[in-house]
């Protein structure tokens, strides 16, 4: 535990040019392009770990929007 502590603290208050850095961001909102990503969402976080020339991108949201939307715009048959 005091190990993984004092590299997310070294990685959060290391310059964003370092060899090893953790870059957390809040997100308000995010939309894509295609209706079915899943990376749609409200409140939440990316946070983006550099190690050397390695990038590891980590998305969260609290509010999911692809559960949201409709799959389909068509509308539903019914049966007569």
């Known amino acids: 535990m005091i190990v993984v502590a004092s ?3 070294v ?3 290391a ?3 370092g060899p ?11 939309l894509d ?6 990376r749609a969402g ?7 770990v550099k190690i050397g020339t390695m990038h590891l991108h980590f998305g969260w949201s609290a509010i999911p929007l692809t559960s949201l939307l ?3 715009t ?6 007569l």
Request: aromatic share 4%; proline share 12%.
């Open 42 to 48: 409200a409140l939440g976080l990316d946070i983006v």
């Open 15 to 17: 310059p964003a040019d």
């Open 33 to 38: 392009e295609a209706p079915d990503d899943s």
């Open 70 to 72: 409709p799959a389909s």
């Open 20 to 30: 090893f850095t953790i870059a957390v961001r809040p997100v308000f909102l995010r």
């Open 74 to 79: 068509k509308p539903v048959a019914t049966l």
């Open 11 to 13: 990685g959060l208050t």
């Open 7 to 9: 590299c997310v603290s």
